[in-house]
């Protein structure tokens, strides 16, 4: 069931307030306008109006693993470059990028007995505020052309849940093919951590081989070297 509105204050909180009153897997939340969009690490997401793809999924699934927030980039990368006919990356563990910008990312948390998966887009943007323009950019940008978020809607939410359902070991193959960031990238992390991506462990953890060994990162903000 899709529910839609025009402003909100976040999809996610939306999809939350459904799942705890029993919202079955696959309810989908899907706005126009988000007035306080979440990113990760609190961080908010620029959600400018009618022009960005801004939904959430409730899914209810027999294990909550951090490869499910790496399924469901791939689904988003798959239904993506099908219809806006673009070649999107994955930089772990959530973000899509196109040509070294960010066009879309992806959020998950464990809340009201379900996982709440929210899912932004940048689709017809033409620019973007501030400091924002040079590390962001949207498909109408990049393609010339404007696209439908209906369909990119339908078809992000076919592929998340086919993705979502595959075994963690698919996922982590699938997503280390799709993804230059997962192996032989330099990188720092929170500005802290620098070194050359080694791969993914058995839960979708991203390795880096620093100068004094190899350190499992949880989570954090992955970036190319300044």
């Given at each position: 069931m899709i529910h839609r509105f025009e402003t909100v204050s976040s999809t996610m909180t939306e999809a939350s307030a459904l799942a705890a009153t029993g919202a079955?897997?696959?309810?989908?939340v899907v706005a126009e306008r988000q007035t306080a969009g979440i990113g990760r690490h609190g961080h908010s997401w620029h959600s400018a109006a009618s022009d960005g793809l801004y939904l959430s999924i409730v899914l209810r699934l027999p294990e909550a693993t951090p490869a499910v927030t790496l399924a469901l980039g791939l689904g988003a990368q798959v239904a993506i470059d099908d219809l806006a006919q673009v070649s999107l990356d994955l930089?772990?563990?959530?973000?899509?990028?196109?040509?070294?910008?960010?066009?879309?990312?992806?959020?998950?948390q464990a809340e009201s007995g379900a996982l709440i998966a929210g899912i932004g887009v940048n689709v017809n943007q033409s620019s973007f505020p501030g400091d924002l323009a040079a590390i962001a950019t949207s498909l109408r940008i990049e393609t010339g052309c404007e696209h439908?978020?209906?369909?990119?809607?339908?078809?992000?939410?076919?592929?998340?849940?086919?993705?979502?359902?595959?075994?963690?070991?698919?996922?982590?193959?699938?997503?280390?093919?799709?993804?230059?960031?997962?192996?032989?990238?330099s990188v720092i992390v929170d500005y802290r951590i620098e070194g050359v991506t080694a791969g993914l462990d058995d839960n979708g953890f991203l390795l880096v081989q620093t100068a004094t060994g190899v350190e499992t990162i949880l989570a954090g903000g992955v970036r190319a070297p300044l």
């Open positions: 079955p897997h696959g309810t989908v930089r772990w563990p959530n973000d899509l990028m196109l040509n070294e910008r960010k066009v879309g990312g992806i959020l998950v439908s978020k209906e369909a990119l809607m339908n078809r992000i939410v076919a592929e998340s849940l086919r993705f979502a359902s595959l075994p963690k070991t698919e996922v982590l193959r699938r997503f280390t093919l799709a993804s230059s960031w997962v192996s032989g990238k």
